[in-house]
């Protein structure tokens, strides 16, 4: 589900246009905020979440630390 439907572009490094903290006044988030948002939200929310039903989140959890090296640290 993750690989249909997050496109590449989240885990690609962003020019510094899109990296801009100005981008917020105007309700865009810098795309390293969105990248860590979205990390965050699996570790937080979505992972618990099937695990606690009995199903493993170790696919995911996999397929986020190779398109984010160093992920692990965030996802535990």
């Keep these: 589900m993750l690989a249909g439907t ?3 572009g989240l885990f690609a490094a962003a020019g510094a246009d899109l990296e801009s903290r100005e981008l917020l006044r105007h309700g865009v988030l810098p795309h390293s905020l969105k990248r ?4 965050g939200t699996l570790e937080g929310v979505v992972f618990p ?4 039903f009995g199903i493993s ?3 995911a959890r996999q397929w986020v630390e190779a398109r984010n090296p160093g992920a692990r640290s965030q996802l535990g």
Excluded at 36 to 39: C, H, K, Q
Excluded at 49 to 52: I, N, R, V
Aim: net charge negative; hydrophobic share 35%; no cysteine.
């Design 6 to 8: 997050v496109d590449e």
């Design 36 to 39: 860590s948002i979205f990390i």
């Design 57 to 59: 989140s170790q696919p």
């Design 49 to 52: 979440g099937l695990e606690k």
